[in-house]
């Protein structure tokens, strides 16, 4: 958690959940909540070519606002998050989705999050990125950051792969099933969850290892520090997928690097936000 402070919210930048034209009242309904609270609004230029608005150009909102938002669900927010990295701004999530793990306010909420901005009420949570690329024969690189996940598995449904698996460039296990899922503690309640894999507190500096149907028995999720670096190269053909949004091939003579990014991702809550309440609240935990 930072006790950081933005030092005045003078230009907000909103960012729209693709390929929903249906969220274009509720975008002009909560800019202007903004706008009357005097502070301007750029919206990104895909996301106001969707709905026939004029916008800006992605890097260029980045540069000059002082906080992004997410309107839509966890995707949107995930997707926002690393096309923004290096940015080093915060955003906030409106939830106009459905789980809203990520995008956590609430739309009734909207007028309540506005004031707490203006006076300075609210926190920043910091919570790292999985930096990452591909290196493919002859140098050439293909690179990725991560919010939730890097999945490593089989283009097709009919072959078991064989993954080799380095530690800051030990050996250290082949795996062998369906795959393997490398998650960040923001994205141990999404894939990584849904395979057995542990729930961390979304703070941790750690990566989640998790098997996908491994072969051996003996295979379980592992928990490692951030500070390693992990290597990973197969015999097979596999696809390396990004967030569940962006995908790229793994081929036979390819290595796979993962290590922690230098810089964290920024998301902006209410000061009374728990996280326990919401685990609580999407997984029913607690209920007779």
């Known amino acids: 958690m930072s006790k950081e402070q933005l030092s005045n919210i003078k230009i ?6 693709p390929d929903s034209l249906d969220i274009l009242s509720l ?3 909560i800019s202007k909540k903004f706008e009357d609270k005097g502070m301007e609004v750029l919206l990104d230029s895909e996301s106001a070519t969707m709905i026939g608005f004029k916008g800006i150009a992605f890097k260029e909102m980045c540069d000059r606002v002082d906080l992004l938002v997410s309107l839509g669900g966890d995707g949107t927010l995930l997707g926002l998050v690393r096309k923004s990295y290096g940015f080093d ?5 409106i ?19 506005i004031e707490m901005l203006l006076i300075g009420n609210y926190r920043v949570d ?6 990452g690329y591909i290196e ?8 990725f950051y991560a919010f939730n996940d890097v999945v490593i598995t089989r283009p097709t449904i009919a072959h078991m792969i064989k993954l080799d698996a380095f530690i800051n460039n030990d050996w250290f296990n082949t795996y062998r099933g369906d795959g393997l899922i490398i998650s960040t503690p923001t994205g141990s309640t999404a894939y990584n969850l849904s395979l057995g ?9 750690v990566f989640i290892m998790t098997p996908i149907a491994p072969h051996s028995l003996t295979q379980r999720p592992l928990v490692l520090p951030i500070e390693f670096s992990i290597n990973l190269s197969s015999p097979d053909k ?17 290595t796979l690097v993962i290590k922690g990014a230098s810089r964290t991702a920024k998301l902006l809550h209410k000061k009374e936000h728990s996280n326990f309440k919401v685990l609580r609240e999407k997984l029913s935990w607690g209920d007779e």
């Open 136 to 143: 493919h024969d002859r140098g050439k690189r293909d690179e």
């Open 95 to 113: 939830n106009a989705g459905n789980l809203g793990f990520l995008a956590d306010t609430p739309i009734e909420c909207i007028d309540e999050m």
């Open 89 to 93: 701004k915060p955003v906030l999530g």
């Open 197 to 205: 894999g542990p729930i961390v507190y979304p703070m941790s500096k």
């Open 27 to 29: 975008y002009r309904e």
């Open 12 to 17: 907000v930048g909103f960012v729209l959940r």
């Open 126 to 131: 910091e919570r790292i990125l999985i930096e």
């Open 238 to 254: 596999l696809v390396v997928m990004i967030d569940g949004q962006d995908d790229y091939i793994l081929n036979t003579e390819d």
